[in-house]
């Protein structure tokens, strides 16, 4: 594994570090929004002050931190492959290039010592689990790494309901940003309650501490809503989710295909408005990530003092 001099120096001086995942720009959006959208996460967070650490496996090499070169490639190569936190050992060894899912970037974010990390929504239970099995491995990595994921929730396509019972057996903490109902991702509102509500990064820090203080090593999932006015018009988005599901269903996509293949026939036939949505969200991460990881590093900085 190799973190990138800028990633390391920041987080020697106890300077603020965010990192990001690969799967959503390898294939999650489409080329060549994507290249675009991960060069500005990537602007974002440094305009703040912070510093980026996109995660990818650059032929073999875990790497945390980004050129712009590799940044490019996984872009834009066809041939990248996706990578969950169980391929991580074999894409190393047989030198593999590939995009990091939640599962994958958490747990390398989380061994190079990163806090903090902002996705645009995470993968859950999927519909139809109970025969399938089709549950997201970001769930059970999340529930043994010490990481602050910040998400729009999950996208629809998934089970909410059952994502959040999940999320509850597995002792993942839950945090509302400014509100008490699980954001849909595309949508503000899933209908779902939340029971814990944060209104500020201090508040999300403050209980990064605590877990600390309990030596949980879980991650915290800070749940940040796109604006009402934003969000995917919710009858479109009915319409275009019961003819994805019933599209998978038909040509029998299965296994890590799934996401991809929902993901991809969403912003085919949403004619676009669900890829500015996508986009929107995970901006809105990337910015709250960023004040997260800002307060963490000076609570870090002035208990250092004390
Ligand atoms: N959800 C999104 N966009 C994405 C993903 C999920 O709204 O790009 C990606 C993330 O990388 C996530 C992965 O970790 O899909 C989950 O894939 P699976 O369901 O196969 O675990
Ligand atoms: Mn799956």
Do not use: C
């Not at 500005?40 to 712009?68: H, I, K, N, W």
């Not at 990390?117 to 491995?137: C, K, L, M, P, Q």
């Not at 019972?165 to 595309?186: D, H, K, Q, S």
């Amino acid at each position: 594994m190799s973190i990138s001099a800028a990633v390391s120096d920041a987080l020697a001086a106890g300077r603020p570090v965010v990192a990001l995942e690969s799967t959503i720009v390898a294939h999650g959006l489409p080329r060549p929004r994507n290249l675009d959208a991960a060069r500005s996460f990537e602007r974002l967070l440094r305009d703040a002050g912070v510093t980026p650490a996109t995660v990818a496996v650059v032929d073999g090499v875990a790497r945390v931190g980004l050129t712009a070169a590799e940044l490019e490639r996984i872009a834009e190569d066809p041939s990248v492959v996706k990578l969950s936190a169980r391929d991580l050992a074999p894409a190393m060894a047989l030198r593999v290039t590939g995009a990091t899912t939640v599962a994958a970037t958490a747990l390398l974010a989380a061994r190079a010592g990163i806090r903090v990390f902002s996705t645009g929504g995470i993968g859950g239970v999927h519909r139809g689990a109970a025969r399938s099995f089709d549950e997201s491995a970001d769930l059970v990595a999340l529930a043994g790494l010490p990481i602050t994921v910040v998400s729009a929730g999950a996208k629809s396509v998934l089970d909410l309901p059952a994502t959040l019972e999940r999320l509850e057996t597995l002792n993942i903490t839950v945090l509302g940003y400014r509100t008490n109902r699980y954001p849909g991702f595309y949508l503000a509102d899933s209908g779902l309650p939340i029971d814990w509500r944060v209104e500020s990064a201090e508040d999300v820090v403050a209980v990064m501490a605590a877990q600390d203080a309990l030596a949980l090593h879980r991650a915290v999932l800070v749940a940040n809503p796109l604006p009402a006015e934003r969000q995917l018009d919710p009858r479109l988005h009915d319409r275009v989710l019961a003819e994805a599901l019933a599209a998978a269903d038909q040509r029998g996509v299965t296994g890590k295909g799934v996401t991809p293949f929902l993901l991809a026939y969403f912003q085919e036939h949403t004619g676009g408005a669900s890829l500015e949505v996508n986009i929107d969200v995970a901006t809105g991460n990337v910015v709250l990530g960023g004040q997260i990881a800002t307060a963490w590093a000076r609570r870090e900085r002035s208990s250092a003092t004390a």
